[in-house]
T-cell receptor, first 112, second 115 residues
Framework: GENVEQHPSTLSVQEGDSAVIKCTYS??????FPWYKQELGKRPQLIID?????GEKKDQRIAVTLNKTAKHFSLHITETQPEDSAVYFC???????????FGAGTTVTVRA | DVKVTQSSRYLVKRTGEKVFLECVQD?????MFWYRQDPGLGLRLIYF???????EKGDIPEGYSVSREKKERFSLILESASTNQTSMYLC??????????????FGPGTRLLVL
């Protein structure tokens, strides 16, 4: 099955700086890569996703890049704000499968 | 607005008790999932269902069973609760994978403590 590794486990950034979280996956057949954000005490919510036929996707201050050859994908948050403080999870889904395999999560803290 | 609800936010049970966690979604989603969330381990899939009465084991099914008698409802059952099942349990639902709307929507979670 798919195995997703996520780094770093914790990340502290100054407000206004950028944050980058990296994930690697094991199965070259994986073709869907979502990112979820979980604020303290709340449910995980999708913030951005990317499919294997696309190399990069942006939505305002967040972007995701995918390198299929190296089997890794990254989340980039620019101009970080206090409301970006949360746990972020990456995930991967094998083509034709129903389920997502999640990374262990990254706790991001934005310092004012 | 997608709504996924779970029957309890907090539960305290004794070792050996039978525990039922229920999840209801109102978006007519075919897929439903049960995860457990533990610090440093992310979200681990226990069971999922892609249709009524259909179920498949996830990565950590031992000690759990599920039931899906209606499309909108997916139940997780701990036949005999043990202390190592103390965790946060999250339900999710989605349309079939591969489509443009395959986002998984999560419920608020049930924090279960087994004493």
């Amino acid at each position: 099955g798919e195995n997703v590794e996520q780094h770093p486990s914790t990340l502290s950034v100054q407000e206004g700086d950028s944050a980058v979280i990296k994930c690697t996956y094991s199965d070259s057949a994986s073709n869907y890569f979502p990112w979820y954000k979980q604020e303290l005490g709340k449910r995980p919510q999708l913030i951005i996703d990317i499919r294997s036929n696309v190399g990069e996707k942006k939505d305002q201050r967040i972007a995701v890049t995918l390198n299929k050859t190296a089997k890794h994908f990254s989340l980039h948050i620019t101009e970080t704000q206090p409301e970006d403080s949360a746990v972020y999870f990456c995930a991967a889904r094998e083509g034709g499968d129903y389920k997502l395999s999640f990374g262990a999560g990254t706790t991001v803290t934005v310092r004012a | 607005d997608v709504k996924v609800t779970q029957s309890s936010r907090y539960l305290v049970k004794r070792t050996g008790e039978k525990v039922f966690l229920e999840c209801v979604q109102d978006m007519d989603h075919e897929n439903m999932f049960w995860y457990r969330q533990d610090p440093g381990l992310g979200l681990r899939l226990i069971y999922f269902s892609y249709d009524v009465k259909m179920k498949e084991k996830g990565d950590i099914p031992e000690g759990y069973s599920v039931s899906r008698e209606k499309k909108e409802r997916f139940s997780l059952i701990l036949e005999s609760a043990s202390t190592n099942q103390t965790s946060m349990y999250l339900c999710a639902s989605s349309f079939p994978s591969g489509g443009a709307q395959e986002t998984q929507y999560f419920g608020p979670g049930t924090r279960l403590l087994v004493l």
